[in-house]
């Protein structure tokens, strides 16, 4: 089934995003980030599918060394094409806003894109047995991703159509 996509500036933003990246999205490597200063959750996918998911507990003490954790974990992966991030809004905690940080700078992709709540939620929706959890909002996020990147990618091979198969 597929999600009903909601409306609005945010929705037009994120698909003009996407447009940009979308290639990169279905054939190459991306990481997601539900972002957090306690609990961060992250799915990795390759050409579109998920290879990986998780979360990551960021031990007690201050700040500095939760966010330096968050940046280690997840540089320890390799290096995707593109990182998806939770798009924060309204009045957020600058824990929050720097966990946004530590994970673009631990990703060290050249691309990133943040996807507005209300698309990832509309992913939930209709994913089957989906509960709340970090690692499942990540994938969620990334699953916007690529749900979005399908509708609106165009090849950019002359002749060939959206399967890839040649153009008649």
């Avoid at 990551?56 to 998806?84: H, M, N, W």
């Avoid at 824990?95 to 530590?102: D, I, K, T």
């Avoid at 709340?132 to 690529?146: F, L």
């Amino acid at each position: 089934m597929s999600p009903k996509w909601p409306g609005g500036p945010s929705n037009l933003r994120w698909r003009k995003q996407i447009g940009m990246v979308a290639d990169l999205i279905l054939h190459g490597k991306m990481m997601s980030v539900d972002p957090a200063s306690n609990l961060a959750g992250f799915a990795r996918f390759e050409a579109g599918q998920k290879i990986d998911s998780g979360s990551i507990t960021l031990k007690g003490g201050a700040i500095q060394f939760r966010l330096r954790e968050l940046c280690d974990r997840l540089s320890a992966y390799p290096t995707p094409d593109v990182l998806v991030i939770e798009e924060l809004q309204g009045v957020i905690h600058n824990h929050l806003r720097w966990s946004v940080a530590a994970a673009m700078l631990g990703a060290r992709a050249p691309d990133v894109i943040f996807c507005p709540i209300p698309v990832w939620k509309a992913v939930s929706l209709v994913t089957p047995g989906y509960r709340k959890t970090d690692e499942n909002d990540a994938t969620c996020i990334g699953q916007a991703a690529i749900l979005t990147a399908r509708e609106i990618w165009t090849p950019t091979t002359p002749g060939q159509t959206q399967s890839g198969s040649s153009a008649s």
